[in-house]
């Protein structure tokens, strides 16, 4: 990142908004990678475009396998961000031990909310309970706004049959600290299972109990047949994102 780059992510950070640069790389590399293959794209974004500036965030939930698997091919040495709310179910855990090892990745980052704003803001671990929105900020968004620290892009696995704001995702989008890269985008169930099948993935162990999409376990429900993918997250909420991808978290709509 250049000196004026730097210097007006910094005030534009602070007002929230996009620095045009940025914008603009995305933009170009969204056009050019328009209907690309996706390991083209990891491949372009982790050696040409971000070499060592660039981290891919795993949830290691149902459908993260194919991602970590494409990576792993290309980087196995790609630093890869968890974050461990505490929260998580006992089945994600072992399956994040599982996959890493699985796959040769050695830069698995596990991510965890600082003690001292647990003790303060949740000390009694359920403020999933009475305020969801500051349970995700405290054990999600601030941790991975660390993380991210000193990345210039990082590398997400929403798809666009997730349906919401993903339905028009682009494989390049910019925000105000960084650029993400969607390498997955244009992908549906078919392509997720195709790939699974062709490489022999081992399947998150909740899928078959019915979880399609997996979070963490106070707010993550068993979906039924014909729902949405991502109906048993925050059940019965308004509540649909955790905010990672939200404006408090990097200035993207
Ligand atoms: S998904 Fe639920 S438990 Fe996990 S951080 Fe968000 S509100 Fe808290």
Redesign the pocket.
Known sequence: MNARVASLERENEAAGELVPERALVARRLAVQFSGADAKDILRHAIETAFPGRIALVSSFGAESVALLHLVSEIDAALPVIFLD?G?HFAQTLSYRKKLARQFGLINVRDIVPEKAKLARRDPEGD??KRD?DA??TL??VEPLREALDGFDAWITGRKQFHGGGRLHLPAFEASARHVKVNPLARWRQDDIDAYRAAHDLPPHPLVAQGYPSI??W??THPVAAGEDIRAGRWRGAAKTE?GIHGRGFNGTA
């Open positions: 709310t929260k403020l999933w969801a349970c995700c054990r999600k979070g963490c106070p707010c955790c």
